[in-house]
């Protein structure tokens, strides 16, 4: 088995993550912080995963200096316990195109990365920009030259409204419509057709994808899509999902859009 939904928290990481949760409406289990490789391990072999492939939260690593010490913290792990871990490479923050330029063929030459983990936006309010802005284009050149695997994962962008309830905190709620949201972005906007050798996962069994794909299919014709109802639903159906904190719902939405292969498994630790 293999996990490829799988945070690792250097202890920098791990005294944000803690304060962040806060903010955002989440409880990570005490137990998991502060990180380390031996608490992966552990839970590892308790769920059978032979090999995780790790990857930092969405929007962690901003800078290129961030993004290049926690891609050097993720090969260290990945060197101390061979055959345990793999990882997902960061770009940083997209916005800095050139950064994120100069870090491929870093973490896919030097360091091996097995593919490239995105948040779904970079930066907030009017400033914020998604993954399939044509801002971003070279980067998705660059990745569709190697045909690279991508992992988006969707970020903690907060309401404008408070939250609902204690237990409905941004990460419950908020990140898997960030998720459905950019992957539609790159679907409606043709990206997805331009860049055809990059493979997509989507984190959480989609997010909200596989409830909304259909509705955007509808009535994209009338919202300005250049794609037919029928090629956009082609378009999302080509994405994998990992089925981290899906439970049956990810195994219910594949078998609604035929795409039992394309569920991979994800456990989300910490």
Known sequence: RIDIHHHIFPPSLSR?????????????????????????????????VQLAVLSVPAGVAETRDEAKSVNDSMR?????????????GCLGDWRDVQGALELIPY?????????????SSYGVGKEAKYIGDDTFDPIWAALDARSAVVFIHGTQTPSTTPMPHQALGLPVTEVPHETFKATAQ??????TRRFARIALVLAHAGGSTPALAARV?????????ALSEDEILTEFQRCWWDAALGGRSAALAA???????????GSDFP
Do not use: C
């Open 255 to 265: 078998h609604a859009w035929e795409m039992g292969v394309r569920v991979l498994w």
């Open 217 to 225: 299919a509808g009535l994209g014709r009338y919202m300005g899509a």
């Open 16 to 48: 944000v993550k803690a304060e962040h949760s806060q903010t955002v409406g989440f409880r990570t289990p005490p137990e998991n912080l502060p990180w380390t490789a031996e608490l992966s391990l552990r839970a590892m072999n308790a769920l059978g």
């Open 76 to 88: 260290e792990t990945v060197q101390q316990h061979s055959g345990r871990f793999a990882f997902w």
């Open 107 to 119: 973490v896919f030459d030097e360091l091996g990365a097995v593919g490239i983990a995105v948040s």
């Open 186 to 191: 790159l679907v409606v906007s043709g990206k």
